[in-house]
């Protein structure tokens, strides 16, 4: 059953076919389909297709856009077992505050991904990012690093 909710879930990420709650729901079916909760069963297919939402909303220009593309990323860490607790969206701001990584997952490539995008809109995600990046890359994560990823990803 899971796996049949996954391709219609990648199927209606891929068409963009479905409205966010629709994904939301889509979400939360494939969520109930484990036994366990993510802290000990990581969904790791299932943070991937968030983290796709999260980037086709990304290139959506609409005005729930930001936070749309932030409640995604949430979910796609929630699903690699991460406590997140956030307050208090701010549309001004584009960000949630304050955010507050209480439990680690999984820490993937996309997840270093994610926080990326989350890093430019608080302090709070960017030490997160800091934090991520020095677990999975066995170092700090410098500026100049920054710099150089942004060029390479212009090419």
């Not at 005005?63 to 796609?76: E, H, Q, T, Y």
């Not at 701001?93 to 809109?121: H, K, M």
Request: hydrophobic share 40%; with cysteine; aromatic share 10%.
């Amino acid at each position: 059953m899971r796996k049949s909710l996954l391709a219609d879930l990648t199927q209606s990420i891929t068409e963009m076919s479905a409205d966010n709650k629709t994904f939301d729901n889509m979400i939360e079916t494939i969520g109930k389909t484990y036994g366990d909760p993510a802290t000990k069963v990581p969904r790791l297919e299932l943070a991937n297709l968030c983290f796709k939402i999260s980037t086709a909303i990304s290139r959506n220009s609409g005005p729930d856009a930001p936070r749309k593309v932030l409640l995604f990323a949430i979910k796609g860490l929630r699903s690699l077992g991460f406590s997140v607790e956030v307050n208090n969206f701010s549309n001004e701001e584009q960000t949630f505050n304050p955010c507050i990584i209480s439990r680690w997952g999984v820490v993937t490539g996309q997840v270093l991904e994610a926080l990326f995008f989350l890093a430019e809109t608080s302090a709070e995600w960017h030490e997160y990012m800091c934090t991520a990046y020095q677990i999975l890359l066995g170092m700090p994560y410098s500026e100049q690093m920054s710099r150089s990823r942004k060029i390479a990803s212009r090419k």
